[in-house]
């Protein structure tokens, strides 16, 4: 069974900085790995969808990245927001969910 | 910009009851999901369906579960017979195109379900 890991749990940097988030999943054969955002009692926000073919997808100050070989996904947040301030999850194959990095940016 | 909704926000219901969560997806979309998420833990696939049956589900998605697409735009979560375990945040899913991997998933702002 497909086990998904994020870490760190919780990430509390200064505005301005740059930040990765890392994932990790057992069996590399996946479809597709995205990330979410989830603000609290909220749904989930796509940020980034990669396809089992990519490698890395890009959206404004994110980038994700995907090494289905070493199971590994990092997600790069550059010039970090207290707007950023959520929970950021992974998903493999839309089935398999992490637990999520709580991500504070104090300003 | 089109969202997914989904109705009631928050329901509170009793043990052995049934509840019936309802969810609008985006309206070109083809594929509809459910996931769950027990507070405090992972969110949870449930089901997936496309064409008018389902496409996948997990162990979770036991015979007390039930999907239906009753029109051309509601997607609904039958629960027959609630246990205290039940208890989640249910998310409603939708996604577009022709390959269901292919695609962004855009999430409704889910439905939290109290058993008592």
């Known amino acids: 069974k497909q086990e998904v890991t994020q870490i760190p749990a919780a990430l509390s940097v200064p505005e301005g900085e740059n930040l990765v988030l890392n994932c990790s999943f057992t069996?590399?054969?996946?479809?597709?790995l995205q990330w979410f955002r989830q603000d609290p009692g909220k749904g989930l926000t796509s940020l980034l969808l990669i396809q089992s073919s990519q490698r890395e997808q890009t959206s404004g100050r994110l980038n994700a990245s995907l090494d289905k070989s070493s199971g590994r996904s990092t997600l790069y947040i550059a010039a970090s927001q207290p707007g950023d301030s959520a929970t950021y999850l992974c998903a493999v194959s839309q089935f398999y969910f992490g637990t999520g990095t709580s991500l504070t940016v104090i300003p | 910009e089109p969202e997914v909704t989904q109705t009631p926000s928050h329901q509170v219901t009793q043990m052995g009851q049934e509840v019936i969560l309802r969810c609008v997806p985006i309206s070109n979309h083809l594929y509809f999901y459910w996931y769950r998420q027990i507070l405090g833990q992972k969110v949870e696939f449930l089901v997936s369906?496309?064409?008018?049956?389902?496409?996948?589900k997990s162990e979770i998605f036991d015979d007390q579960f039930s999907v239906e697409r009753p029109d051309g735009s509601n997607f609904t979560l039958k629960i027959r017979s609630t246990k205290l375990e039940d208890s989640a945040m249910y998310f409603c899913?939708?996604?577009?195109?022709?390959?269901?991997?292919?695609?962004?998933?855009?999430f409704g702002p889910g439905t939290r379900l109290l058993v008592l």
């Open positions: 369906f496309y064409n008018n049956e389902i496409s996948e």
């Open positions: 899913a939708s996604s577009g195109g022709s390959t269901q991997y292919q695609e962004t998933q855009y």
């Open positions: 069996d590399s054969a996946i479809y597709n």
